[in-house]
């Protein structure tokens, strides 16, 4: 079956522009990540949801930030006024409910750069 | 907050030699250790992961080994082949059973 996907694959814009970046994950899975992947460095926890809901967005660095998954699948990060600093990977990941552990399942991931 | 120590940033080995890549963590309660390889331009993929109620897990030529009262884990590849080469990270489930904190990552490169 498909995995889980992310659109765009790369998106450049400019300092103060809004940008949304999308992610479609597999089918039937109830849970929702997303990361920030800088240079050089492991994945870094943004928010996640459970269904429709944000269950934890105590990673979210600043209210500039944003993400919604309206009907417990497909989901939207929005970053607006970016900055510089926000240039990086943006990767989501999905999990099922009811499997032990934690085993997430990560998109390609969506490369921004702010110029 | 939860930390993640992972060494070492970059290994070098030869075609058929072993690597080691260690981590350690200071959250006492993590009971869930994942390892992902992610290769250039991708997403980070799943490769093994190991509970809190096993020491040692093996998968083909990937094992790791897990030390809760000394709180590290390592992920161990024997006859490493070239495109074993991507990078590494280590990764432990918070206390709250919610979300993953991942170490910065091995760069791990087989020379045939």
């Known amino acids: 079956g498909a995995g889980v996907s992310q659109t765009p694959s790369n998106k450049v814009t400019e300092k103060g522009k809004y940008v949304e970046l999308r992610c479609d994950p597999i089918s039937g899975h109830t849970a929702l990540y997303w990361y920030r992947q800088s240079l050089g460095q492991g994945p870094e926890f943004l928010i996640y949801?459970?269904?429709?809901?944000?269950?934890?967005d105590s990673g979210l660095p600043n209210d500039r930030f944003f993400a919604v998954r309206p009907e417990g699948s497909v989901s939207t990060l929005k970053i607006q006024r970016t900055e510089r600093g926000d240039s990086a990977v943006y990767l989501c990941a999905s999990i099922t409910s009811g499997k032990q552990g934690h085993e997430q399942y990560f998109g390609p991931g969506t490369r921004l750069t702010v110029t | 907050g939860e930390n993640v120590e992972q060494h070492p940033s970059t290994l070098s080995v030869q075609e058929g030699d072993s690597a080691v890549i260690k981590c350690t963590y200071s959250?006492?309660?993590?009971?869930?250790f994942p390892w992902y390889k992610q290769e250039l331009g991708k997403g980070p993929q799943l490769i093994i992961d190991?509970?809190?109620?096993?020491g040692e897990k093996k998968d083909q030529r990937i094992a790791v080994t897990l030390n809760k009262t000394a709180k590290h884990f390592s992920l161990h590849i024997t006859e490493t082949q070239p495109e074993d080469s991507a990078v590494y990270f280590c990764a432990h489930l918070n206390s709250g059973y919610s979300t993953l904190t991942f170490g910065k990552g091995t760069m791990l490169l087989v020379s045939p």
């Open positions: 190991i509970r809190s109620n096993v």
């Open positions: 949801f459970q269904g429709t809901g944000a269950a934890d």
């Open positions: 959250d006492s309660a993590s009971n869930y």
